[in-house]
């Protein structure tokens, strides 16, 4: 090493030992001195003071360089903290880029069917019709009164089971971009003469399904409609026209332990996730097809069978997560739909997600609260709750997606989600009649069995049949 103090000054005679000895009594040792000693002394020869001076000029000379790279240090450092901040303000920006994408995508799968799966033609292909505002109308609204529908069902009659605010009747839906056309029951008939509407799916696709039969109910003599139900299809016949309405019961649109249309309660569902067929050959032939399936896959897991319910002990089951499970289904109904569908003559509909309102505190409410005792509309424009599921609306849209692009099929969606989720006090809550008799516990909190699921009539299920309406008029 080269060394500064004692005897290294002797035994190492190089350039460097001597700049450290002769600067050893200032205390400042150069140490980043090159150690040849050609670069520091013109000689080794001379006397002591020739080389004391030229080895003081070396020296000053590197205090001035050292003294330079201290400043351009400067410079440097600013420039590294200038990088760390601009890095910091791009993770920032990318935060920010990123929390706005989520926001609109979410927000575009609320306002579905706007850019789309359209119809060609028509009202619809230039008005998105699912994105507007509810408008109190008294004058023109309800469609029809409850009392005078035929065949009303006892669990959506609000107003007979004593619910005295009324005002869920008188509200009328006013597109952003157009009009809607107004519902005619003939021409809507005229349309059907000689062909079949089924409503296929839950208990929601049966409230719009029963909707739809209160809509045109007062169009048809007494003589000439009926309704007949066997099993798990119900169909409304309006003879003179030669026109049936129909709803089938398939809650998962797959084969389930919960395709009984009665007894279909069970604590442990089960799905054929790759059956379809005893359910679709009910509706193979029909002409309008309008598909829904959520509310019975709101859990974490589903129970998977590969096999036969009627040798259970047979198969095999796996426990499979959402929404791959829903998924897995609608690939199912949509490869049924491809091979067996009647292109040429059924149009395909498919009903987005019906929102519960279960959670107050969601819309401004009391937190604990539910849709008990609302008797307003959620009146902030763009309002969206957690009363449906964005991620399983987007398995929809890509399944839907791959059958138009990929199949050449189209289903129409039709997008009451957001529209619905405005009207948290349009379920019946507790004005409806109850299957179970109620326990005093029950009676005493009627916000613990309030239905917030379905909807009373007349009410908003009489909308989502003015959108397809509309979509049928074009057809």
């Not at 099993?231 to 084969?255: C, D, H």
């Not at 399944?399 to 189209?410: A, D, I, P, Q």
């Not at 299957?435 to 009676?443: A, D, I, V």
């Amino acid at each position: 090493m080269y060394g500064c103090f004692g005897k290294q000054c002797k035994k190492h005679p190089t350039a460097r030992s001597l700049v450290c000895c002769i600067q050893q009594t200032t205390g400042n040792c150069e140490n980043s001195l090159p150690p040849t000693a050609g670069k520091l002394l013109t000689s080794k020869r001379g006397n002591i003071g020739g080389q004391q001076t030229h080895i003081y000029a070396q020296g000053k000379k590197r205090e001035n360089m050292a003294k330079q790279q201290q400043v351009m240090q400067v410079p440097a450092a600013w420039g590294i903290r200038s990088s760390f901040q601009s890095l910091v303000a791009l993770l920032i920006a990318i935060l920010v880029v990123a929390s706005i994408y989520l926001r609109q995508s979410n927000e575009q799968i609320f306002d579905y069917g706007s850019t789309t799966h359209k119809s060609s033609g028509g009202l619809t292909s230039r008005c998105n019709l699912f994105s507007g505002k509810w408008i109190y109308d008294n004058k023109s609204y309800p469609l029809y009164k409850e009392g005078e529908c035929t065949y009303m069902s006892d669990q959506l009659a609000c107003e007979k089971f004593g619910r005295k605010d009324l005002n869920y009747q008188f509200w009328r839906w006013q597109p952003h971009q157009c009009d809607l056309p107004r519902f005619n029951a003939t021409a809507l008939l005229e349309r059907l003469r000689n062909k079949r509407l089924v409503f296929v799916g839950d208990s929601l696709n049966r409230n719009q399904w029963v909707s739809m039969v209160c809509l045109v109910d007062s169009a048809i003599p007494p003589a000439f409609k009926s309704m007949h139900n066997n099993g798990s299809i119900n169909i409304f016949k309006a003879s003179e026209y030669n026109a049936t309405i129909e709803f089938y019961w398939s809650p998962l649109l797959v084969e389930s332990n919960s395709d009984d249309p009665v007894n279909h309660r069970v604590p442990n569902r089960i799905v054929r996730v790759q059956a379809i067929e005893k359910h679709a050959r009910h509706w193979t032939d029909a002409d309008i097809l309008i598909f829904n399936t959520y509310l019975w896959w709101r859990r974490r897991q589903m129970k998977v069978l590969w096999g036969s319910f009627e040798s259970p002990e047979d198969g095999i089951y796996k426990a499979v997560k959402l929404p791959r499970v829903y998924e897995m289904a609608l690939q199912t109904w949509a490869q049924w739909l491809e091979v067996n569908v009647n292109r040429n003559k059924t149009q395909l509909f498919f009903m987005s997600m019906s929102p519960t309102h279960q959670k107050a505190d969601k819309w401004g409410g009391i937190r604990g609260e539910n849709c008990y005792s609302e008797t307003e509309p959620v009146m902030k424009e763009g309002y969206v709750g957690d009363g449906a599921s964005p991620r399983m609306m987007r398995v929809v849209d890509s399944v839907l997606g791959e059958l138009k692009t990929r199949r050449g099929l189209n289903v129409q969606m039709i997008n009451i989600t957001q529209l619905s989720d405005y009207r948290k006090e349009g379920h019946p809550s507790i004005y409806r009649k109850h299957w179970e008799t109620l326990t005093e516990e029950q009676l005493s909190n009627p916000k613990n069995y309030s239905d917030c699921i379905h909807w009373c009539l007349p009410g908003v299920p009489d909308l989502w049949n003015e959108l397809l309406y509309a979509y049928i008029l074009q057809l």
